[in-house]
């Protein structure tokens, strides 16, 4: 096996990779958390973020997100 095909295999077998591991948290994960975490621990943890986003600046998140998708579905096709 060349350097090249050894490459483009594990780049391949990469490229999954990040998609699963989302899957994985948003249908097991948070679902776990969500079912032990008590309600106002998670309503603390809102307001914690929200705080996070104002110091980080209103829209940079999703600002963040968009830029993610976009190179998803230019580079993940």
Known sequence: ??????FADNALGYAGLP???INK????????AD???PEE???RML?????IE??????THKRLHESLHRL????LK
């Open 1 to 6: 096996m060349t350097a090249t095909v050894k």
């Open 19 to 21: 998609a699963r591991h």
């Open 25 to 32: 948290e948003n249908n097991v994960l948070y679902a776990m």
């Open 35 to 37: 079912a032990r975490i």
């Open 41 to 43: 621990a998670q309503r």
């Open 47 to 51: 307001g914690q973020f929200e705080e």
């Open 54 to 59: 104002r110091a980080i600046g209103e829209g």
């Open 72 to 75: 998803a579905v230019k580079y």
